[in-house]
């Protein structure tokens, strides 16, 4: 899941939510990347882009009314 904050204060704000598991250097390519994009294509100061990571297990995740642990 990928959420666009733009509210008041520093924007935008981007927040990626996803499965435990990812690496830090995943993490790191990223962040690089959607801030690249925002900064490109967007038009945003690079230095106003945040990105937050929000980490889930499949216990903790469900699509569609089903938790991703009861999934096949």
């Known amino acids: 899941m990928l ?3 733009c ?3 520093r924007m935008p704000v981007i927040q990626i939510t996803l499965l435990k598991g990812r690496t ?3 993490k790191r390519k990223v962040a690089a ?4 994009a925002l900064v ?3 038009g945003a100061n ?9 980490e889930v ?3 903790e995740y469900a ?3 089903v938790l991703l642990a009861d999934k096949q």
């Open 24 to 26: 830090l250097e995943q």
């Open 3 to 5: 959420r666009l904050y």
């Open 63 to 65: 699509s569609g009314g």
């Open 40 to 42: 490109e294509e967007a």
């Open 7 to 9: 509210g008041t204060g």
């Open 46 to 54: 690079r230095a106003a882009v945040t990105v937050t990571f929000v």
């Open 33 to 36: 990347r959607v801030t690249d």
């Open 57 to 59: 297990t499949k216990e």
